[in-house]
């Protein structure tokens, strides 16, 4: 585990460089199981951050959230850089932003994580009910434990942990300028099982399943905005002339509006498991995003968000693709 | 008014016998619960906190259709809800009711809205007192509570092996009329175990704020950079709007298939940045931080200057839901600590 006092003085330094704008890391939460997300401008607020496993959120989807106004006649553009923590799952979306070049490598100090899992929400309140206290917690390769208010209980890693992190391939980082800590040991390999069990599924079974998901849909995007893929100055979603999904929320527009984010996401995907985290009516949206992910991973040997030097899948051709899946 | 009981285990009995209504209540649909027509009293559910999606969308839906219209024609078809239906609201929180009673000022400031109003005449609100409050509820400090009993007809309370309802107005009483012999008459016991039942659920709200000042200051606070250790993290979703029960905000769109054509209106969200942006391409609020600063503000200025009420009843739906900590109380607590006088021109 990541040494936090070490963390935080590592955060003090790269802020305190001229050329560092601001850093993005997680603070505590104000109640239960809740980390937020914190975007810090100076070395003093750097006794805030926090590293253990209530730190779910994507740190990379707050890279290309930040909106710019338009600079004054005069003067200059702050191009100062972005400090951001990552865990490894966190560090695949800064691969594949630097692979569309969403960004230069430059513009970013990449502090990397190695990382033994993190808590699923969710799942903590089937175990611990409605938690007001603020809570921390530690996670080794074999258990978590948790701290309410000072009694610590200590929970099997399968019953509180995310799903993405029981099947993690990539718990180190994949890109970084710095380490904070010793890599992790890697302990699972991912089969895709949950997908071969929807795939089982009839074409009948199937809709009726995602009817009922897209029937809950508010159309809130916030699986949109968390996502860090879905970096599009102008979604086609919110687009008004011409208007390419209507906004009444009723099931042909929700379904329209989540095939087309699924779709948006293939060979991009990273994984990271925020759309479905942030979704207030709990739809299972990571179930296509894992559908189209192991159909690119099989039909063109392509997984997104590995190799900074790769094509982005969409601007590649390899005549060694399968190709069994044309006739 | 009166004083009714019933078995809980006669719920789905009570339920069925409504059926002069068309009755609403709280399914379980996965793990989510949510008010919707009841077609079997079965599956109605009294095992939970409170709903995700609130049920403003009983009042305002989440798209409704004004009038309907063919492309070329000059005739309307109104589409406004029969203010003489009658439907029963059942198992409604007291936050989402309370709530009712803030956001129907708006719809009858300039234009009584006659899709809101008949909605809210031809309704029937059964509420359910809570004997749980979760962890991030803070009504009372918002003039609710548990038990409290504003915008409802009818309040009902778990009282173990029965509930125990009681009727607040002649529409309450009229649903307990419609519904034949299945209730039973309560007396002073079950009045009194309800008390303390209210009680006790006022004890367990850890959550609170102190709102005196506020409305006043908030506007001088336009700009100030304490809005951004907040908005820096926003991820401009609309979670906290939609699943607020007094946000009241919407789009009208226009919609054709063919000729047939309807002019209808759905939720907007004054966290999208198309909400404010102008025909001409500028937009007021340009950032996160002017709109999280709007939200807030709205709610606790401008909503309380123009209608004297607070546009929150405090369900702490916002602050459960929000992906990224963004808490509605931490943002009031932190704005009484920011002077004016560090405000900025935004």
């Known amino acids: ?327 | 008014m009166g004083d009714y009981k019933f078995a809980k285990t006669k719920l789905a009995e009570v339920i069925g016998a409504m059926s002069d209504y068309q009755v609403v209540a709280p399914v379980e649909s996965g793990e989510v619960v949510r008010f919707a027509v009841v077609d079997d009293p079965a599956k109605v559910t009294l095992e939970f906190s409170n709903t995700n999606v609130p049920p403003k969308e009983l009042m305002f839906p989440e798209t409704e259709t004004l009038f309907r219209f063919r492309l070329g024609g000059t005739d309307l078809e109104p589409e406004v809800p029969d203010a003489a239906a009658r439907r029963a609201v059942f198992g409604i929180r007291p936050c989402d009711a309370m709530a009712y009673t803030i956001v129907e000022k708006l719809y009858n400031w300039d234009f009584p809205d006659p899709y809101f109003n008949n909605r809210r005449e031809a309704t029937t609100l059964v509420g359910y007192a809570c004997a749980e409050p979760c962890a991030n509820c803070f009504c009372p400090s918002l003039g609710g509570g548990p038990g409290s009993e504003k915008g409802l007809d009818s309040i009902a309370f778990d009282l173990g092996d029965t509930m125990y309802l009681k009727t607040l107005t002649d529409k309450g009483e009229e649903l307990v009329k419609a519904l034949g012999g299945v209730l039973e008459s309560a007396g002073e016991a079950e009045a009194r175990a309800a008390a303390k039942q209210v009680e006790e659920a006022e004890g367990k709200i850890r959550r609170s704020i102190d709102t005196e000042g506020i409305a006043e200051h908030l506007p001088e606070l336009y700009g100030h950079p304490f809005w951004e250790q907040f908005s820096d993290r926003c991820l401009s979703c609309g979670i906290c709007t939609f699943l607020c029960p007094t946000c009241h905000c919407f789009d009208i769109q226009d919609e054709s298939e063919g000729l047939d054509a309807r002019r209808a209106r759905m939720w907007d969200t004054c966290m999208f940045s198309e909400y404010s942006l102008h025909a001409s391409g500028h937009n007021p609020r340009p950032t996160r931080k002017e709109r999280t600063c709007n939200r807030v503000s709205h709610k606790y200025s401008f909503f309380p200057t123009n209608f004297d009420a607070i546009a929150c009843v405090g369900c702490g739906r916002c602050i459960n839901y929000c992906p990224v900590n963004i808490d509605l109380l931490d943002i009031l607590e932190k704005s009484k600590q920011a002077d004016a006088k560090e405000a900025q021109d935004a």
């Open chain 1, 1 to 327: 585990m990541v040494d936090e006092s070490k963390l935080r003085e590592k955060a003090a330094e790269v802020l305190a460089r001229e050329d560092v704008r601001r850093l993005i890391g997680w603070k505590r939460g104000t109640y239960g199981f809740e980390a937020a997300p914190c975007v810090i401008k100076d070395a003093s607020e750097a006794e805030a951050l926090i590293f253990d496993p209530t730190c779910v959120q994507n740190p990379a989807s707050f890279i290309t959230l930040e909106e710019k106004k338009p600079v004054p006649r005069g003067q200059e553009a702050d191009t100062r850089k972005i400090a951001v923590m990552v865990k490894g799952c966190d560090s695949r979306a800064i691969v594949q932003q630097l692979v569309e070049k969403a960004y230069d490598r430059d513009h970013v100090i990449v502090l990397g994580i190695p990382c033994l899992g993190v808590i699923d929400r969710r799942k903590a309140a089937a175990l611990f009910g409605d938690v007001a206290s603020q809570v921390s917690a530690k996670v080794d390769a074999e258990k978590v434990a948790v701290d309410v208010g000072g009694d610590v209980k200590t929970v099997d890693r399968k019953d509180i942990l995310m799903d993405k992190c029981l099947r993690c391939r990539y718990p180190n980082p994949l890109v970084y300028d710095e380490l904070l800590a010793d890599e992790v040991e890697k302990w699972a390999g991912d089969e895709f099982a949950d997908v071969g069990e929807f795939e089982g599924q009839s074409p009948e079974e199937k809709w009726a399943f995602w009817e009922e998901q897209f029937s809950k849909c508010i159309r809130c995007y916030s699986c949109r905005n968390v996502c860090p893929m879905c970096y599009c100055v102008e979604c086609v979603v919110t687009k008004l002339q011409p208007q390419w999904t209507r906004r009444a929320t009723d099931i042909s527009e929700n379904t329209v509006y989540h095939i087309q984010r699924a779709w948006h996401l293939a060979g991009r995907c990273i994984e990271c498991m925020e759309c479905q985290r942030v979704c207030p009516v709990d739809i299972p949206i990571m179930t296509l995003n894992r559908k189209l992910t192991r159909d690119v991973k099989e039909m063109f040997e392509y997984e997104p968000g590995v190799d900074v030097e790769a094509q982005p899948l969409l601007a590649s051709y390899n005549p060694q693709d399968p190709e069994d899946f044309i006739m």
